[in-house]
Every structure is written in structure tokens, then in C-alpha cells.
């Protein structure tokens, strides 16, 4: 435990100085009933009022009477209240304590398409604009507990941006996103499986190249992949989705594009492009995931509820001083109401 304000703690010296003084306070007490003990009589419950005469609510008995013996009592409602005080002195100070927090917690990589093919406008405004404005309704609906990461695949695949809680760095990196190069569908599984497992994941493009990898188990991680199927460049995508699969990490495929496909214009050559929904649909049964269309943005939420999360603990410094000061009130209030039951008064 430590303190914002160590120097309020200074006021814990108080403590013994009114020690001293109740301990010199009861020796005159102490001294008086002796007197009265002198003379074979002892008020029970403290002091008469007036020398030789019972107080309300005193009755005189004899030394070594269990009035006597009860009067030993007396010390409870004043070591509760000097209790009270301490612990209020302590407060002052502003008292942090590191506290483990249990959340349930999940990592999702949003792995985009972003080839030359995804520019195509056979769903409106293009493909890569559907896919980012159906990625940016999922990252809003998302709980805080879920960490967001963003990888971009073209000739190659790129982590930009590593998972976080952060929403505005995510929807940034989304929007940052521009149509460029071929479609390599495995890598940017790979790299997926890299900002998830927090280590560089190196595969080889030659078949079966993944089967021996051992990355680790990531049962509380996920991967959508939005992308119009289209894969032109190696590792082949269902291998590396095996991967996936091995590593606990589901992969849900959204479709972005139309069956009946179109014509794209690149440089001034014509692209025949369509969405594979084959491919995608194997790559996300082969991880026990699901196919999604982009126009479905509804059904994404369901990517979520099909994450098991994972229980984690998380120390964070709180600072206690309402745990302090609600322990020194109750303290204040059983030691009144000792003091109520024994004398009729507060103090």
C-alpha cells in the first residue's frame, strides 16, 4: 500500500498523545473510586455525581462487587472511537493498493483485402468501401474487453495497427486503407496470427508449409477476414487456415462483392473480377467459423458471441480512501452506541 499524501499521515501522532491523556484521565477515576472503596462503598457504573451521592443509573455496591467488575468495560467505547480516528487519519493521507481485477477478455484481427480487385463497383460505393464501412459498424458494437486489430493484404500483408482497446486508432487505420497490388489471402492470415500471438509467424509458400508449426493456443482470439475470395498469390489460404484452426483461432469470412461479377479497368486493361464465396466459405468452416455477406453488418455482432473469451486478472492501483473512511464511520458508530447502552450518552 502506498499514499498520495504520506505527509497527512503526520496526524497519526495525535494518537498516543490522546492515549496518554484518557490513561491519566482514568487514574483520576480510578483514584476517586479508590477513595470510595476506602469507605466500603463502590458506585457502579462510575462516579456519583456528587461526592457521596449515586448518579442516574448508579448503584453502590461494595468493592470487589460485579459492579466493579463490570466497570472494566468501560474502556470499549473509547478504544473504538480512538480506533475511528486512527483509521480517519489514515484516509487523510489518500491510501492506493494495487487490486487484480478479473475481466473477460478477447483479441479480433480485422485482416482486409486491399488487391487492385477490391476498387470494384459491383457493390456500391466500391468493395474496399463496403468492407471498411461493415468493419467500422463491428468495431462500434464491440465491448471495451475486446482488443481490435487491423491487417492490411495486397502483394503482401502488413499488421497496421496491433490490437488495442483504442477505437479511434483503430477506425483510423480502417480509414487509412487504399486498393493496391494482388490478393494474398494466406499471408494475411499469417500476419493475423502474428499480431495475435505477439511474435513473427514465418510460413513458407511451398504446400504443406504450415504443418508443423507450433504458434501456441489462442482459444480467445478471432480473425475477420473481408475480402472478395479472389487469391492469386501463395501460401494457399486453406493451409494456413488449418493453421488457424490447430492455434484455436476462428476465422469469419465476409464476402464483399457480387457472385455475377464485373469488369474492372486497371491501367488501361480490363480485369474480370467476382467474389469467390467458395473459398471463403472453406476457409471459415475449416476453423468451425462463418461466412458473412458485407451487406449483412446485422449478423457480424454474432462474430463476438462466438468468441470464447478468456478469464484474465489485471492489477491496477486504486486508491481506497472511501474503504478507510467507511471503516472509521462504522467504528465511530459502535462506539457510540456502546457508550449510548452503557452511560445513556454519546460521549
Do not use: C
Request: proline share 5%; no cysteine.
Amino acid at each position: 500500500m502506498s499514499f498520495t499524501w504520506p505527509w497527512m499521515l503526520l496526524g497519526l501522532f495525535a494518537v498516543p498523545a490522546l492515549v496518554v491523556a484518557y490513561r491519566a484521565q482514568q487514574r483520576r477515576h480510578d483514584a476517586r473510586r479508590d477513595e470510595l472503596a476506602a469507605m466500603g462503598l463502590v458506585p457502579v457504573g462510575g462516579i456519583p455525581t456528587e461526592a457521596g451521592a449515586a448518579g442516574p443509573g448508579q448503584v453502590w455496591g461494595a468493592a470487589g462487587s460485579p459492579g466493579r467488575r463490570r466497570d472494566r468495560r468501560r474502556h470499549l467505547a473509547p478504544a473504538l472511537m480512538l480506533a475511528a480516528l486512527t483509521v480517519l487519519l489514515v484516509s487523510l493521507a489518500r491510501p492506493t493498493a494495487t487490486v487484480a481485477e478479473p475481466r473477460r477478455e478477447g483479441t479480433v484481427m480485422l485482416a482486409f483485402d486491399i488487391s487492385t480487385s477490391m476498387a470494384a463497383k459491383d457493390i456500391s460505393p466500391t468493395r474496399l468501401d463496403a468492407a471498411k464501412a461493415a468493419a467500422r459498424k463491428f468495431v462500434e458494437r464491440q465491448p471495451s474487453t475486446i482488443r481490435i486489430g487491423v491487417v492490411a493484404f495486397g502483394d503482401s500483408a502488413l499488421v497496421s495497427q496491433q490490437p488495442t482497446e483504442d477505437r479511434t486508432e483503430v477506425l483510423a487505420a480502417i480509414d487509412r486503407l487504399t486498393p493496391q497490388g494482388a490478393t494474398a489471402v494466406g499471408r494475411g492470415i499469417v500476419s493475423s496470427l502474428s499480431a495475435i500471438a505477439g511474435k513473427p509467424i514465418e510460413v513458407g509458400a511451398t504446400p504443406g508449409a504450415g504443418d508443423d508449426a507450433d504458434i501456441g493456443y489462442y482459444g480467445s482470439a478471432a480473425i475477420v477476414l473481408l475480402s472478395d475470395g479472389e487469391n492469386t498469390t501463395d501460401p494457399d489460404p486453406l493451409e494456413i487456415a488449418d493453421l488457424a484452426s490447430s492455434a484455436g483461432v476462428k476465422i469469419y469470412t465476409i464476402g464483399v462483392g457480387s457472385t455475377r461479377g464485373t469488369v474492372l479497368q486497371v491501367d488501361g486493361f480490363q480485369i474480370s473480377t467476382a467474389l469467390d464465396e467458395a473459398s471463403l466459405r472453406k476457409i471459415s468452416e475449416t476453423t468451425d467459423g462463418a461466412y458473412y455477406a458485407a451487406d449483412d453488418a446485422a449478423s457480424l455482432s454474432k462474430v463476438y458471441s462466438s468468441i470464447d473469451l478468456a478469464w484474465t486478472a489485471r492489477t491496477q492501483e486504486r486508491e481506497v480512501t472511501s474503504w478507510f473512511a467507511t471503516a472509521a464511520a462504522i467504528l465511530l458508530l459502535l462506539g457510540a452506541a456502546v457508550s449510548v447502552l452503557r452511560s445513556g450518552r454519546v460521549v
